[in-house]
């Protein structure tokens, strides 16, 4: 018996994978809190929709209902959220998140220790470099 617990063990110790994580669920809002000067802040993440493309899942965030501006009694209903306009999904771990400029944030989910890759890229050519440690 101890000999089939040992071996039992060892197989699994040697059969373990990574934790595939997921940047959101879809199924849940997720709120955030942050900090504009003084003031604080929060936002949702709240998956609205969503579509397949292939093997890729775009899912989009909700929309706000915003005023156009202070002075008018003008509503966009289709303003997206600051952070998150939509999201794509990729089969091999890579989510690609839009803002309402169309820029677009890179998070490896896959990645291996010491990798790296640009996470954000400005339009000045400047970048922000991911590294996983």
């Known amino acids: 018996m101890r000999t089939f617990l040992f071996l039992f063990l060892t197989f699994?110790?040697?059969n373990t994978e990574a934790q595939n994580y997921k940047l959101i669920d879809p199924l849940r809002e997720n709120h955030f809190k942050y900090k504009v000067f003084y003031e604080n802040r929060i936002s949702t993440?709240?998956?609205?929709?969503?579509?397949?493309?292939?093997?890729d899942t775009v899912f989009y965030n909700y929309k706000l209902f915003d005023f156009e501006n202070l002075w008018s009694s003008c509503i966009d209903i289709n303003k997206?959220?600051?952070?998150?306009?939509?999201?794509l999904v990729s089969s091999n771990g890579d989510y690609r998140i839009f803002n309402i400029n169309n820029d677009t944030i890179l998070i490896k989910s896959r990645s291996a220790l010491s990798?790296?890759?640009?996470?954000?890229?400005?339009?000045?050519?400047n970048y922000i470099e991911a590294t996983v440690s």
């Open 45 to 55: 993440i709240k998956t609205d929709s969503f579509a397949v493309s292939g093997c």
């Open 12 to 14: 699994q110790y040697f």
């Open 115 to 125: 990798d790296q890759w640009i996470l954000y890229r400005f339009p000045n050519g």
């Open 80 to 87: 997206p959220n600051f952070f998150i306009d939509r999201m």
